[in-house]
């Protein structure tokens, strides 16, 4: 059986985190993003403390952090951020 391709969405915060970041950085989370539309629970991933929805990918000292919404298969991309900053 296979599964469905889930849509990815990029909030605006998460659009001016990308641009702020160096471009060869800004080049190895792109494709981790586009990567969560078929498996939006890929390896690494990790369900944050205390959300019903929310989860986090590491890349590098990066953080990919989104919402997974299994219901209308879709994944909000809400924050990029430094590992020091990602959880304010």
């Known amino acids: 059986m296979k599964s469905a391709v889930y849509n990815v969405y990029v909030e605006a915060t998460a659009e001016r985190d ?9 080049d190895r989370i792109v494709p981790v993003i586009v990567g969560l539309a ?14 019903q929805n929310d989860w986090r990918i590491r890349v590098g000292d990066h ?22 900053e990602a959880y304010r």
Do not use: F
């Open 18 to 26: 990308l641009r702020r970041l160096p471009t060869q950085i800004r």
């Open 38 to 51: 078929p498996a939006p629970r890929p390896h690494g991933c990790r369900k944050i403390a205390g959300s």
């Open 63 to 84: 953080r990919v952090v989104y919402e997974i919404d299994d219901t209308n298969k879709t994944v909000k991309v809400m924050r990029v951020r430094h590992r020091r």
